[in-house]
């Protein structure tokens, strides 16, 4: 009994130190966050921007190399960065990248339907915590863009993905073969285009094929 005893108290005591010790790290995160908003917006700015030094690394970086063929950048958060560039661009911006930050890898491209145009995302990551998009418009008239697989080989099936669902042609890719769509698939008929050809897909589907 006197030995249950004194692993009650014990328990009791580290429980109150515990306890003890939670409040003080809240109060402490407390009076740094007011602290933090008590300072001048202007230095809380110039803090900010410390923290996306390397965000801003590249862009600038990006900007001083292609020049005028840096359409627009954006930096909303830290982590996080935004480029549209010119098509003719993008190759070289991704080797510059690639020989200056070490990125080579892609998590993925993605596409949008802009009515003339279809805008491709290719989307980086550097270090594993600083996302990098770039951004190139390619216009309905001339859906062509240089595959990029030679820069990025892991590229080789976002390619194969994009160019199924938005018609999009990779010059140079090795292999533009359906990748989810069925085989008998029709040909022009992309489904993430904002005006697919639904009859033709319907008509499809009806056939049982």
Known sequence: MVMYARIAVVTCTERAIGFRLMHMYRC????????????????????REAKMEIENDIIELLKETLKYSIVETKVPRERRVFVWLEKEALKPALRLLKDEYNITFISTISGVDLENEI?????????????????????????????????????????????????????????????????????????LRKKSSIDESQELTNDGR
């Not at 602290?35 to 700015?45: D, F, G, H, T, V």
């Not at 491709?120 to 390619?138: D, T």
């Not at 976002?158 to 990779?170: I, L, S, T």
């Open 119 to 191: 805008e491709l995302l290719y989307h980086l990551v550097y270090e594993g915590s600083v996302s990098i998009s770039l951004r190139v418009k390619v216009p309905k008239k001339d859906l062509v863009i240089p595959t990029i697989t030679d820069i990025l080989p892991g590229a080789m099936l976002y390619e194969r993905e994009v160019h199924e669902m938005f018609g999009v042609f990779f010059e140079g890719h090795p292999n533009l073969s359906l990748l989810i769509l069925p085989e008998n698939w029709p040909d022009g008929v992309y489904p």
């Open 28 to 47: 402490a995160l407390r009076s740094q966050m007011q602290l933090s908003m008590a300072l001048p917006k202007s230095q809380r700015n110039r803090e």
